[in-house]
Antibody, heavy 119, light 110 residues
């Protein structure tokens, strides 16, 4: 079964750091680009960051650029998001999502991990 | 990198058709054929419904169709069913491996 499982979400104080992980299974992980998408409580989807199959192409949304770092370990079938200088507006459910071939769409999503930034 | 513009809500009666628009710019929707649509049921992860503006993944009913003209893409749901009630989001490629989402549309089946 194709599956993405996120972990690492927590309650954290403003200004602190957190690292999210996404474990992939059921498909050849190193064939696909991967992304992080977040959803604040009661709000819409926001694309956060994406990384190509080999890590050679990385992009960030304007709201997280310079604070978040995406990475992947193809040997461990895992995707990561290092989040620094967290703000209250980063509070959201963070999904990892898989590229659907070269279509620039997301065909597989995890169930998400919740990050709450509050003092 | 502004969000794509979607109407906050749309509605229709069972059996009717409804169309949801998604307006961007020449840097995203208008510049690429990489528009996708997602359905999100309450408490669930999004589900891919349309990719490359008018293609359906395997398993998605043909009641769902997509189109694009200039900077605006559209999702049409024909023969509305109660199970189609959900939030719908468009997304577009925006160059340099970036993506952008719309604000979402809540579809109600009356």
């Amino acid at each position: 079964e194709v599956q993405l499982v996120e972990s690492g979400g927590d309650l954290v104080q403003p200004g602190r750091s957190l690292r999210l992980s996404c474990a992939a299974s059921g498909f050849t992980f190193d064939n696909y680009g991967m992304h992080w998408v977040r959803q604040a409580p009661g709000k819409g989807l926001e694309w956060v960051s994406g990384i190509s199959w080999n890590g050679g192409s990385i992009a960030y949304g304007d709201s997280v650029k310079g604070r978040f770092t995406i990475s992947r370990d193809n040997a461990k079938n895992s995707l990561y998001l290092q989040m620094n200088s967290l703000r209250s507006e980063d509070t959201a459910l963070y999904y990892c999502a898989k590229d659907f071939g070269s279509s620039r769409a997301f065909d597989i999503w995890g169930q998400g991990t919740m990050v709450t930034v509050s003092s | 990198q502004s969000a794509l513009t979607q109407p906050p809500s749309a509605s229709g009666s069972p059996g009717q058709s409804v169309t949801i628009s998604c307006t961007g710019t020449s840097s995203d929707v208008g510049g690429y054929n990489y528009v996708s649509w997602y359905q999100q049921q309450p408490g669930k992860a999004p589900k891919l419904m349309i990719y490359e503006f008018n293609k359906r993944p395997s398993g998605v009913p043909d009641r769902f169709s997509g189109s694009k003209s200039g900077n605006t893409a559209s999702l049409t749901v024909s023969g509305l069913q109660a199970e189609d009630e959900a939030d719908y989001y468009c997304s577009s490629y925006a160059g340099s491996n970036k993506r952008v989402f719309g604000g979402g549309t809540k579809l109600s089946v009356l």
